[in-house]
Each structure stands twice: as structure tokens, then as C-alpha cells.
């Protein structure tokens, strides 16, 4: 029975969303404007600040700040059960990703609401 109870317990945790923990403070990351981020080379580790106006269907979504509008990708397993509307603001950890034959859009790794 006490085997049972322990083998439940770690079944049970496994399904538990993990609380997203680590280092607060300075980042190498910086925070950039929309601006700034579709002038920024392919790949640079950025952080934006602003509002998510919409979805544009699947993963892709529009990101806005004071500077302008920008494409974004959140992957659904990235969301980690946050719920955001256009009034929401937020906070994005992605990469800059550039085409030669569409617009620099960002690739999010993590969001989270705006401190």
C-alpha cells in the first residue's frame, strides 16, 4: 500500500505544472522597441514590452508597443497557461528572425505579464 501512495504521488506530480523559477535581475537580453527589433540582426536574444492586438490563426499573433507592430510566433506549449487579452501587457523573450522574402518577425521562447 505505501508503494501504491508513493508511485501515485509521482504520477500525480508529473502533471503539475512546473512554477517557472530562476534568476531575477540583469539580463544579457536587452529590451528593445519594435523599432529596434526589426532592424536587429537574425537571431538576436531580445525582450519586447507591449500588447498582443491579435491572432492571426495557429501560433503567429501581432505584437504592438508605442513604436510600431510586429509579427510574432508563441508555440502553444510556450503559453504555459497563461491567458492574456489585447489589454494585457506583457513581456516577451524571443529571438529576432529575419526572411529574405517576408518581414523580420519574432520567435517567442517565453511570455509572461508586464511587471
Do not use: C
Request: charged share 30%.
Amino acid at each position: 500500500m505505501k508503494h501504491a501512495t508513493i508511485l501515485a504521488a509521482a504520477a500525480l506530480m508529473a502533471y503539475v505544472p512546473y512554477a517557472h523559477a530562476g534568476f531575477v535581475g540583469p539580463s544579457a537580453e536587452p529590451v528593445v522597441s519594435v523599432e529596434e527589433a526589426k532592424k536587429m540582426p537574425d537571431d538576436t536574444h531580445i525582450i519586447l514590452k507591449g500588447y498582443i492586438e491579435n491572432s492571426l490563426g495557429g501560433e503567429k499573433y501581432v505584437f504592438k508597443d508605442n513604436t510600431g507592430s510586429i509579427e510574432i510566433e508563441i508555440d502553444d506549449e510556450d503559453w504555459r497557461g497563461l491567458n492574456v487579452s489585447p489589454k494585457d501587457k506583457v513581456e516577451i523573450h524571443g529571438e529576432v528572425d529575419t526572411h529574405l522574402m517576408k518581414p523580420t518577425d519574432i520567435d517567442v521562447d517565453s511570455i509572461q505579464l508586464a511587471k
